[in-house]
């Protein structure tokens, strides 16, 4: 498969913490792109990042790529309720394929 | 730009009814991508579009399903005959060339009883 896999499956924490999930994928990419999906909602984009890049900021948002190891991690800093979602990667060779995303619950 | 636009919203049907859905992308995109959600098969990719011609259909489940894009402004997803199985959310999404950013619509929330 060339979709991406996301790690881990579930994660809880307090609000105010950090929150890290990984995405692993097998072939080599040009981009490789994170989205968030509320309840109900359609996913929604947050940051794409460029093989030619290893780090990329957006807010409370951190995302490194390491190319090398064909892994890619988003880092949610200060976490808050509304964090609660559901985070998916996708590579630009996957035809925009999704895995089944990291669950992130976010208690107040 | 008022975004990817899907209908219906929400469709309650019986089993065997032809089912169609509709979706209407982002002016100027390219790509038109239709996905499925269930919480047992999680996020499916359905089937592509590019320049309005299939790229790749095989995520289409069976010959039940198909999925037309006669201009660059309009899609459909048809399940004929519908059955329970097919119950999900279908989202339709677009964006320009496959690879780059793409945008999903609210999701067409269809069960089939």
């Known amino acids: 498969s060339q979709q991406g896999e996301e790690d881990p499956q579930a994660l809880s924490i307090q609000e105010g913490e950090n929150a890290t999930m990984n995405c692993s994928y097998k072939t080599s990419i040009n981009n490789l792109q994170w989205y968030r999906q509320n309840s109900g909602r359609g996913l929604v984009h947050l940051i794409l990042i460029r093989s030619n890049e290893r780090e990329k900021h957006s807010g409370r948002l951190r995302v490194t790529l390491d190319t090398s190891k064909k892994s890619s991690s988003l880092l949610i800093t200060a976490s808050r309720a509304a964090d609660t979602a559901s985070y998916f990667c996708?590579?630009?060779?996957?035809?925009?394929?999704f895995g089944a995303g990291t669950r992130l619950t976010v208690k107040p | 730009d008022a975004g990817v636009i899907q209908s219906p919203r929400h469709e309650v049907t019986e089993m065997g009814q032809e089912v169609t859905l509709r979706c209407k992308p982002i002016?100027?995109?390219?790509?038109l991508f239709w996905y499925r959600q269930t919480m047992m098969r999680g996020l499916e990719l359905l089937i592509y579009f590019n320049n309005n011609v299939p790229i790749d259909d095989s995520g289409m489940p069976e010959d039940r399903f198909s999925a037309k894009m006669p201009n660059a402004s309009f899609s459909t997803l048809k399940i004929q005959p519908s059955e329970p199985r097919d119950s999900a959310v279908y989202f339709c999404?677009?964006?320009?060339?496959?690879?780059?950013?793409?945008?999903f619509g609210e999701g067409s929330w269809l069960t089939v009883v």
């Open positions: 002016s100027g995109h390219n790509s």
């Open positions: 999404a677009s964006s320009f060339n496959s690879g780059n950013t793409i945008y």
């Open positions: 996708a590579t630009d060779v996957s035809d925009m394929r």
